[in-house]
């Protein structure tokens, strides 16, 4: 079985600073880590994903996330946060059969 | 490609109604997924297909869901009869193959669905 919780369901930054969602996992498996950005009124999109091959994983319009197996962690950062950046981000967890995702977490950018 | 594909965009109806979501997966995909998002219970699988065939509908809530995929193209999800507490965001997503584990599904634009 696996969870996974995102920690803060609103977050708020400034443009130009440093963007942090946080994401922790449970899986009784070796997981499968995803990030997906959700924009109003559309379907969700892949940010990025964990496989198992690098813990740092690179992905779309400048985030990036590492995998910490010791903290069970999946935390999604972006350097310098964009006006374009606000949306809901979903951090999800594949291990056994099922795709598990998280509750969401807003993000809004401050001019 | 033209991405997944779901009709209405929008439906309203009364309690009690017959609702019928409809869904084209993208073209070559052999998973298909229906999921309801809600601000309560965030977003929920109802259920997956793999090559037209239902692989785990545990996730549907009871008996007056159902889910169809009669060919590799097109997907629907009934209620009936709808509630009010069935009012939410219907998703499909598909996924190139046999559903795995590091699968990227590709996501519809949602229907958002107003029971009254």
């Known amino acids: 079985a696996q969870s996974v919780t995102q920690l803060g369901s609103h977050v708020s930054v400034s443009e130009g600073a440093l963007v942090l969602l946080r994401c922790n996992y449970s899986?009784?498996?070796?997981?499968?880590l995803f990030w997906y950005v959700q924009y109003p009124n559309q379907g969700l999109q892949l940010l990025l994903k964990?496989?198992?091959?690098?813990?740092l994983v690179k992905g779309i319009n400048g985030f990036e996330a590492e995998f910490k197996k010791s903290e069970t962690s999946f935390h999604l950062t972006k350097p310098s946060a964009h006006m374009s950046d606000a949306a809901e981000y979903f951090c999800?967890?594949?291990?056994?059969?099922?795709?598990?995702f998280g509750k969401g977490t807003r993000l809004h950018i401050l001019p | 490609d033209a991405g997944v594909i779901q009709s209405p965009r929008h439906e309203v109806t009364e309690m009690g109604q017959e609702v019928t979501l409809r869904c084209k997966p993208i073209?070559?995909?052999?998973?298909l997924f229906w999921y309801r998002q809600t601000m309560m219970r965030g977003l929920e699988l109802l259920i997956y297909?793999?090559?037209?065939?239902?692989?785990?509908d545990s996730g549907m809530p009871e008996d007056r869901f159902s889910a169809k995929m009669p060919n590799a193209s097109f997907s629907t999800l009934k209620i009936q009869p709808s509630e009010p507490r069935d009012s939410a965001v219907y998703f499909c997503?598909?996924?190139?193959?046999?559903?795995?584990?590091?699968?990227?599904?590709?996501f519809g634009p949602g229907t958002r669905l107003l029971v009254l």
């Open positions: 997503a598909s996924s190139p193959s046999y559903f795995g584990k590091s699968e990227t599904q590709y």
């Open positions: 899986s009784s498996v070796p997981p499968y």
């Open positions: 964990y496989t198992s091959a690098a813990t």
């Open positions: 999800a967890v594949s291990g056994d059969d099922k795709i598990i």
């Open positions: 073209s070559g995909h052999n998973s």
């Open positions: 297909f793999n090559n037209n065939v239902p692989i785990d």
